[in-house]
């Protein structure tokens, strides 16, 4: 397989496993079918779009590209029919949401690579391709985006942009290493929502020590 095909089906794995978070949480909504499948098509190809759209890559692949649709529309078959199934997962939305962000972290990272941009703006874009979407999500469905909150989200996308960009420079290109970055953000986030890692935070004095140092 060569890598153009790697990346590929990184993507399309990629918007499968999104499309499925994005379902579920319409589903847990209560939305109907047609929410369903739109939230899923927002979760999947919204930060690739955004992505495109940064790099020149138009029209965006998500939306040009039928296979994506495709693929969106299947998982929210699946997610609609087998429901409580996927319900036995603990916490399934955090779990396919993880996947998801370390396979667009890494592929979104290599196409700004392809269409010959820098380091910076490669991991940049990588990191918006993962969590894109999911703000998307969250925000219609009035939840906080996850990125905003003190859980290793985005900094999971960073790691697995990073990891792949260092192998390209690197020039190592075989066909396991998509694999290995996509791993690695993957298992930072799943781990840190087993642990309960978080970011620091950085607290002020409150009103009552500001008025005793007064």
């Given at each position: 397989?060569?890598?153009?095909?790697?990346?590929?089906?990184?993507?399309l794995?990629?918007?499968?496993?999104?499309?499925?978070?994005?379902?579920?949480?319409?589903?847990?909504?209560?939305?109907?079918?047609?929410?369903?499948?739109?939230?899923?098509?927002?979760v999947?190809?919204?930060?690739?779009?955004?992505?495109?759209?940064?790099?020149?890559a138009?029209?965006?692949?998500?939306?040009?590209?039928w296979?994506?649709?495709?693929?969106?529309?299947?998982?929210?078959?699946?997610?609609?029919?087998?429901y409580?199934q996927?319900?036995?997962l603990r916490?399934?939305?955090?779990?396919?949401?993880?996947?998801?962000?370390?396979?667009?972290?890494v592929s979104?990272a290599?196409?700004?690579?392809?269409?010959s941009h820098?380091?910076?703006?490669?991991?940049?874009?990588?990191?918006?391709?993962?969590?894109g979407?999911?703000?998307?999500?969250?925000v219609v469905?009035?939840r906080?985006?996850?990125?905003?909150?003190?859980?290793?989200?985005?900094?999971a996308?960073?790691?697995?942009?990073?990891?792949?960009v260092?192998?390209?420079?690197?020039?190592?290109?075989?066909?396991?290493?998509?694999w290995?970055?996509?791993?690695?953000c993957?298992?930072?986030?799943l781990?840190?929502?087993?642990?309960?890692?978080?970011?620091?935070?950085?607290?002020?004095?409150?009103?009552?020590?500001?008025h005793?140092?007064?």
């Amino acid at each position: 397989m060569n890598s153009h095909a790697v990346y590929t089906l990184l993507d399309l794995v990629g918007t499968f496993v999104f499309a499925i978070s994005g379902a579920v949480a319409a589903r847990q909504r209560r939305l109907d079918l047609f929410g369903i499948v739109v939230i899923a098509f927002m979760v999947a190809c919204g930060g690739g779009i955004v992505r495109d759209l940064c790099i020149g890559a138009i029209p965006p692949a998500g939306l040009s590209n039928w296979h994506y649709l495709a693929t969106a529309l299947a998982a929210s078959a699946v997610t609609i029919l087998a429901y409580p199934q996927v319900r036995r997962l603990r916490q399934p939305v955090l779990f396919f949401d993880a996947i998801g962000l370390g396979l667009f972290a890494v592929s979104g990272a290599q196409k700004s690579l392809v269409h010959s941009h820098n380091a910076e703006l490669a991991i940049l874009l990588g990191i918006v391709s993962a969590v894109g979407g999911g703000v998307m999500r969250d925000v219609v469905l009035s939840r906080v985006p996850a990125i905003l909150e003190r859980d290793i989200y985005a900094s999971a996308a960073l790691l697995g942009a990073s990891v792949q960009v260092g192998f390209s420079y690197a020039g190592w290109t075989d066909w396991w290493t998509p694999w290995f970055a996509t791993l690695a953000c993957v298992l930072v986030r799943l781990a840190s929502l087993r642990y309960g890692w978080r970011l620091p935070i950085f607290q002020g004095k409150s009103a009552a020590e500001t008025h005793d140092h007064r």
